[in-house]
Nanobody, 128 residues
Framework: QVQLVESGGGLVQAGGSLRLACTAS????????MGWFRQAPGREREFVGA????????FYADSVKGRFTISRDNAKNMVYLQMGSLKPEDTAVYYC?????????????????????WGQGTQVTVSS
Protein backbone atom coordinates (compact mmCIF):
# COMPACT_ATOMS: atom_id res chain seq x y z
CA GLN A 1 0.00 0.00 0.00
CA VAL A 2 0.88 3.63 -0.38
CA GLN A 3 0.16 6.36 2.14
CA LEU A 4 -0.58 9.78 0.64
CA VAL A 5 -0.73 13.25 2.16
CA GLU A 6 -1.77 16.34 0.20
CA SER A 7 -0.73 19.88 1.01
CA GLY A 8 -0.77 23.34 -0.51
CA GLY A 9 -4.47 24.11 -0.62
CA GLY A 10 -5.86 27.50 0.28
CA LEU A 11 -7.79 30.55 -0.83
CA VAL A 12 -6.85 32.23 -4.09
CA GLN A 13 -8.45 34.86 -6.31
CA ALA A 14 -9.80 34.01 -9.73
CA GLY A 15 -7.04 34.13 -12.30
CA GLY A 16 -4.43 33.19 -9.73
CA SER A 17 -2.24 30.13 -9.33
CA LEU A 18 -1.68 27.49 -6.71
CA ARG A 19 0.51 24.42 -6.45
CA LEU A 20 -0.62 21.34 -4.60
CA ALA A 21 1.77 18.67 -3.43
CA CYS A 22 1.24 15.05 -2.55
CA THR A 23 3.79 13.14 -0.49
CA ALA A 24 3.86 9.36 -0.76
CA SER A 25 5.31 6.69 1.50
CA UNK A 26 5.18 2.94 1.90
CA UNK A 27 6.14 1.71 -1.57
CA UNK A 28 8.67 2.41 -4.28
CA UNK A 29 7.16 5.59 -5.65
CA UNK A 30 8.48 5.18 -9.16
CA UNK A 31 6.36 2.02 -9.54
CA UNK A 32 3.09 3.89 -8.94
CA UNK A 33 0.84 5.72 -11.41
CA MET A 34 -0.56 8.85 -9.76
CA GLY A 35 -3.82 10.65 -10.30
CA TRP A 36 -5.51 13.82 -9.08
CA PHE A 37 -9.23 14.12 -8.46
CA ARG A 38 -11.44 16.81 -7.01
CA GLN A 39 -14.82 17.02 -5.34
CA ALA A 40 -16.91 20.18 -5.17
CA PRO A 41 -19.74 20.56 -2.64
CA GLY A 42 -22.78 18.56 -3.67
CA ARG A 43 -21.00 16.96 -6.60
CA GLU A 44 -19.35 13.65 -7.30
CA ARG A 45 -15.59 13.31 -7.20
CA GLU A 46 -14.17 13.90 -10.66
CA PHE A 47 -10.96 13.12 -12.46
CA VAL A 48 -8.45 15.96 -12.94
CA GLY A 49 -5.39 14.28 -14.42
CA ALA A 50 -2.87 11.49 -14.18
CA UNK A 51 0.87 11.01 -14.57
CA UNK A 52 2.78 7.90 -15.55
CA UNK A 53 5.34 6.22 -13.34
CA UNK A 54 8.27 7.87 -15.08
CA UNK A 55 6.55 11.23 -15.37
CA UNK A 56 6.91 11.28 -19.13
CA UNK A 57 3.19 10.89 -19.87
CA UNK A 58 0.28 12.91 -18.56
CA PHE A 59 -3.31 13.55 -19.53
CA TYR A 60 -6.02 15.82 -18.17
CA ALA A 61 -9.73 16.36 -17.99
CA ASP A 62 -10.97 18.79 -20.61
CA SER A 63 -12.06 21.21 -17.87
CA VAL A 64 -8.47 21.79 -16.74
CA LYS A 65 -6.44 21.11 -19.88
CA GLY A 66 -4.06 23.95 -20.63
CA ARG A 67 -4.43 25.40 -17.12
CA PHE A 68 -3.23 22.57 -14.86
CA THR A 69 0.02 20.62 -15.00
CA ILE A 70 0.96 17.45 -13.14
CA SER A 71 4.57 16.61 -12.43
CA ARG A 72 6.43 14.29 -10.13
CA ASP A 73 9.78 13.92 -8.41
CA ASN A 74 10.42 10.24 -7.80
CA ALA A 75 13.55 10.95 -5.80
CA LYS A 76 11.44 12.90 -3.30
CA ASN A 77 8.35 10.66 -3.47
CA MET A 78 6.22 13.60 -4.48
CA VAL A 79 3.69 14.53 -7.14
CA TYR A 80 2.51 18.06 -7.85
CA LEU A 81 -0.53 19.72 -9.33
CA GLN A 82 0.26 23.18 -10.65
CA MET A 83 -2.98 25.09 -11.17
CA GLY A 84 -3.18 28.31 -13.14
CA SER A 85 -5.87 30.66 -14.45
CA LEU A 86 -8.03 29.45 -11.62
CA LYS A 87 -11.78 29.88 -11.79
CA PRO A 88 -14.42 29.83 -9.05
CA GLU A 89 -15.64 26.52 -10.48
CA ASP A 90 -12.26 24.99 -9.60
CA THR A 91 -13.24 25.28 -5.93
CA ALA A 92 -13.15 21.78 -4.48
CA VAL A 93 -11.33 19.39 -2.23
CA TYR A 94 -8.43 17.98 -4.23
CA TYR A 95 -7.22 14.43 -3.74
CA CYS A 96 -4.19 12.56 -4.96
CA UNK A 97 -4.49 8.84 -5.60
CA UNK A 98 -2.13 5.97 -6.33
CA UNK A 99 -2.61 3.16 -8.82
CA UNK A 100 -0.39 0.15 -8.18
CA UNK A 101 -0.96 -1.55 -11.53
CA UNK A 102 0.98 -1.06 -14.74
CA UNK A 103 -1.70 -0.38 -17.31
CA UNK A 104 -1.56 3.14 -18.73
CA UNK A 105 -5.04 3.36 -20.20
CA UNK A 106 -6.91 6.62 -20.16
CA UNK A 107 -10.43 5.20 -19.74
CA UNK A 108 -9.26 3.19 -16.81
CA UNK A 109 -7.30 5.96 -15.07
CA UNK A 110 -10.27 8.34 -15.20
CA UNK A 111 -12.19 6.03 -12.88
CA UNK A 112 -11.99 6.36 -9.09
CA UNK A 113 -12.31 2.61 -8.66
CA UNK A 114 -8.97 2.07 -10.44
CA UNK A 115 -6.98 3.63 -7.63
CA UNK A 116 -5.72 1.72 -4.61
CA UNK A 117 -4.82 4.50 -2.18
CA TRP A 118 -6.11 8.00 -1.51
CA GLY A 119 -4.99 11.01 0.45
CA GLN A 120 -7.22 12.90 2.84
CA GLY A 121 -7.68 15.84 0.48
CA THR A 122 -6.82 19.53 0.57
CA GLN A 123 -9.31 22.37 0.13
CA VAL A 124 -8.90 24.84 -2.72
CA THR A 125 -11.19 27.85 -2.76
CA VAL A 126 -11.19 30.29 -5.67
CA SER A 127 -12.89 33.61 -5.02
CA SER A 128 -14.43 35.68 -7.79
Amino acid sequence: QVQLVESGGGLVQAGGSLRLACTASGRTFSSVIMGWFRQAPGREREFVGAISRSGISTFYADSVKGRFTISRDNAKNMVYLQMGSLKPEDTAVYYCAAELGELWLRRRLEQMSTYDSWGQGTQVTVSS
